[in-house]
Nanobody, 119 residues
Framework: QVQLVESGGGLVQAGGSLRLSCAAS????????MGWYRQAPGKQRELVAR??????????DSVKDRFTISRDNAKNTKNTVYLQMNSLKPDDTAVYYC??????????WGQGTQVTVSS
């Protein structure tokens, strides 16, 4: 079993910053990619940012130049991914989910963390 634990969400004013963390644990033999998705009320879940095992990243157009995804490469925390969110906007308000895809193609999701940006 694989568990993903997210943290770092909260309430922030427009223009502020937050950093989300996602720690993966359990029977993880290889990670193909980890990423962050978000879902606002009444909308579909969408990709925010993704990072592969080789460090390649991609972002939604709406967050480019504001959000940065990174992965901790230290031995004891290498299955942790971060999302640094700067210049937050009310449109960024959503539940943010962490996703992990293994080298075998299995997909795991975190429980989600709420991000609310007030105007």
């Amino acid at each position: 079993q694989v568990q993903l634990v997210e943290s770092g969400g909260g309430l922030v004013q427009a223009g502020g910053s937050l950093r989300l963390s996602c720690a993966a644990s359990g029977s993880i033999f290889s990670i193909d990619a980890m990423g962050w998705y978000r879902q606002a009320p009444g909308k579909q879940r969408e990709l925010v940012a993704r990072i592969t095992s080789t460090g390649r990243t991609n972002y939604a157009d709406s967050v480019k130049d504001r959000f940065t995804i990174s992965r901790d490469n230290a031995k004891n925390t290498k299955n942790t991914v971060y999302l640094q969110m700067n210049s937050l906007k009310p449109d960024d308000t959503a539940v943010y989910y962490c996703k992990l895809q293994t080298g075998w193609g299995s997909v795991y999701w975190g429980q989600g963390t709420q991000v609310t940006v007030s105007s």
